[in-house]
């Protein structure tokens, strides 16, 4: 029987998980198949995942609105959704449903397809879920200078004071943001700023170390206005692609055991997908 795997989301017709996915699937030689699976955001999330698992799903990714609602309905988690308390992953077996959060994974192995090894000092800019997710993993690799600048100062402190553990993580002003990039060595943007339709990020380059790693989370475009100035000053930009792809490969190794690789093809088939051939 093929096996069903799929993301359940609302709007869930742009998500690149079945493109990335239903490569793996085929490359391994499975008998599966992963689709969009579009739900409402006042649906049972439980009920769902039941419906789901009778109708043959084994695991299930979860995008906008409901990583929150998926927390709740799940019987166990794992300590990175507990962290978040979100769940992106889920897999489903006939005793039970497990919940785990696989995107600060994913971003420490992105900047991983960058030549330089991860080093602090890390500006996170951002206080939402994707800074949430980045600054949980960016303590778990030990990064031991962190600092944290966002719009809402008070947002940023609440993610410092949920952290594992804070001891290294410092809160910025917004309007200091230059100041707190001095002579850090990974920048990561996680706002809204720099996606199609916002407004650019206004971000001084200047301060950062001579080989710092420049990431920006937003894959649309694959080239913001904040990864074009990092290349052009000779600093290592990181497009949210690898980001994309390597939650999904944590997410298919919980699903069948092995983590897949981010190979030339799947990423000329993204670039062309996002059309950016
Ligand atoms: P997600 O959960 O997807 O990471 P989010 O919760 O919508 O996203 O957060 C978006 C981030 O972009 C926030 O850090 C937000 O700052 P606030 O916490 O102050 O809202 C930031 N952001 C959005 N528009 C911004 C702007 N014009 N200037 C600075 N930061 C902005």
């Known amino acids: 029987m093929t096996a069903r795997f799929g993301v359940i989301g609302w709007p869930v017709a742009h998500s690149r998980s079945p493109l990335i996915h239903n490569y793996w699937l085929q490359q391994a030689g499975i008998d599966a198949l992963y689709e969009r699976v579009p739900v409402p955001p006042e649906a049972d999330f439980r ?61 420490i192995d992105s900047l991983q397809d960058a030549p330089e090894r991860l080093t602090g000092p890390a500006l996170v800019l951002g206080a939402g879920g994707a800074a949430r997710a980045i600054l949980g993993a960016l303590i778990d690799a030990g990064i031991g200078d962190i600092r944290v600048a966002n719009r809402t100062r008070a947002r940023a402190q609440s993610l410092l004071d949920l952290a ?57 475009p694959l080239t913001t206005d904040l990864l074009a100035r990092a290349q052009a000053r000779g600093l290592t930009p990181i497009n949210g692609l690898g980001m994309l792809v390597h939650q999904a490969a944590h997410a298919f190794a919980l699903w069948l055991g092995h983590k897949p690789q981010f190979d030339t093809n799947l990423r000329d088939q993204l670039h062309k997908d996002l059309g950016e051939a």
């Not at 300590?79 to 971003?107: Q, R, S």
Request: hydrophobic share 45%; aromatic share 6%.
């Open 47 to 107: 009920a769902t995942l039941e419906t789901l698992r009778a109708a043959g799903f084994s695991g299930v990714n979860v995008t906008i609105p409901h990583k929150e609602a998926a927390f709740t309905a799940v019987d166990t988690r794992d300590a990175a959704a507990e962290y978040l308390g979100a769940v992106n992953t889920i897999c489903l077996t006939p005793e039970k449903i497990t919940g785990h959060n696989t995107d600060g994974l994913g971003f």
């Open 164 to 220: 594992p553990a804070s001891d290294g993580v410092r809160v910025f002003d917004w309007d200091d943001r230059a100041v707190a990039a001095q002579d850090a060595r990974l920048l990561v943007n996680t706002t809204s700023l720099g996606m199609q339709g916002a407004p650019a990020l206004d971000m001084p380059l200047d301060m950062l170390a001579p080989d710092a790693l420049v990431a920006d989370i937003v894959y649309t």
